[in-house]
């Protein structure tokens, strides 16, 4: 069985809107490597769209004025990457892609029970589903020295607690830290 870890950024004050985080190289490399341990990614439709808009090559070939060159390392490694797209309102997906519909809990049982290294989850909503269904395996908030003063924030309306315990802890150059914690069973 492999394991359902989720992954995200947020702020000391708890926002985890993207664009209330600085990217750096340090924490593009962190995520690049973590993508690249993962059998696939776990996506619903909001995060698919964001992440499918910012990172997939545009068919021009030429990289966006944005895109720095040490940005290129995760822009290679999270096209690459299979894609599972939970969602009810799309009719297709691309982008090394395949939708998931249907009951929730099933179809990620159904993943998590394929063979291989895991399956790296991200976004908001969707999290917060797969924790009220005890789906998640492994909890990583990579937490950025930097207060926003707005949301969103992480599992508004869960319904129960969910108690962590703490597995590992790393500092990136930039001052986040991030901190990986399994659910207490």
């Keep these: 069985m492999r394991p359902l870890r989720y992954s995200i950024n947020v702020t000391l004050d708890?926002?985890?809107?993207?664009?209330?985080?600085?990217?750096?190289?340090?924490?593009?490399?962190?995520?690049?490597?973590?993508?690249?341990?993962a059998d696939a990614l776990l996506f619903g439709r909001v995060t698919y769209e964001m992440m499918e808009a910012a990172w997939r090559p545009p068919a021009t070939g030429v990289r966006p004025d944005w895109m720095a060159d040490w940005m290129e390392p995760f822009a290679r490694t999270i096209d690459a990457a299979?894609?599972?797209?939970?969602?009810?309102?799309?009719?297709?997906?691309?982008?090394?892609?395949e939708l998931v519909r249907g009951d929730l809990?099933?179809?990620?049982?159904?993943?998590?029970?394929e063979s291989g290294k895991g399956l790296y989850v991200g976004?908001?909503?969707?999290?917060?589903?797969?924790?009220?269904?005890?789906?998640m395996d492994e909890y990583e908030f990579v937490v950025?020295?930097?207060?926003?003063g707005h949301g969103p924030t992480l599992f508004a309306g869960l319904s129960t607690y969910v108690d962590l315990k703490l597995v590992s802890r790393l500092e990136l150059g930039s001052g986040a830290v991030a901190m990986r914690y399994e659910p207490r069973r």
Excluded: M
Excluded at 144 to 148: D, T
């Design 105 to 113: 809990g099933k179809a990620v049982q159904q993943l998590k029970g």
């Design 82 to 97: 299979k894609k599972y797209v939970v969602s009810s309102t799309l009719d297709r997906v691309d982008w090394n892609a």
């Design 123 to 135: 976004g908001v909503k969707l999290p917060l589903a797969l924790a009220e269904l005890g789906l």
């Design 14 to 37: 708890g926002c985890c809107d993207h664009r209330a985080i600085p990217a750096d190289e340090d924490l593009h490399r962190y995520f690049a490597e973590n993508i690249a341990q």
């Design 144 to 148: 950025q020295p930097r207060l926003a």
